[in-house]
């Protein structure tokens, strides 16, 4: 099994940035696809982007336009998602995700961290 801990969600205005971090452990993790949804309020959960252990990165543009940044530490097991000039439609609560490579679906998801963005 795989635990996943997110970190660093709050409440920011429009245009700041944040953070956010995913530590993950239980397993070792080069086999693993790691990455990022959000759900906003009223919304569906919406993929973020993802990153492999050797650091291929896949984004979901439509949701952030370039502003988010997704990177990976791999001697901490751990994933980062920076966010920069955030709009109040990134308000959601983001989750940390993770699965095998050679699996469909990702089934390893964090308890999640709010992300509020005031105007």
């Known amino acids: 099994q795989v635990q996943l801990v997110e970190s660093g969600g709050g409440l920011v205005q429009a245009g700041n940035s944040l953070r956010l971090s995913c530590a993950a452990s239980?397993?070792?993790?080069?086999?693993?696809?790691m990455g990022w949804f959000r759900q906003a309020p009223g919304k569906e959960r919406e993929f973020v982007g993802s990153i492999t252990w050797s650091r291929t990165i896949r984004y979901n543009l439509d949701s952030h336009k370039g502003r988010f940044t997704i990177s990976r530490d791999n001697a901490k097991n751990t994933v980062y998602l920076q966010m920069n000039g955030l709009k109040p439609e990134d308000t959601a609560v983001y989750y940390c995700?993770?699965?095998?490579?050679?699996?469909?679906?990702?089934?390893?998801w964090g308890q999640g961290t709010q992300v509020t963005v005031s105007s």
């Open positions: 239980g397993r070792t993790l080069s086999n693993y696809l």
């Open positions: 995700v993770a699965k095998l490579i050679s699996k469909t679906e990702y089934d390893h």
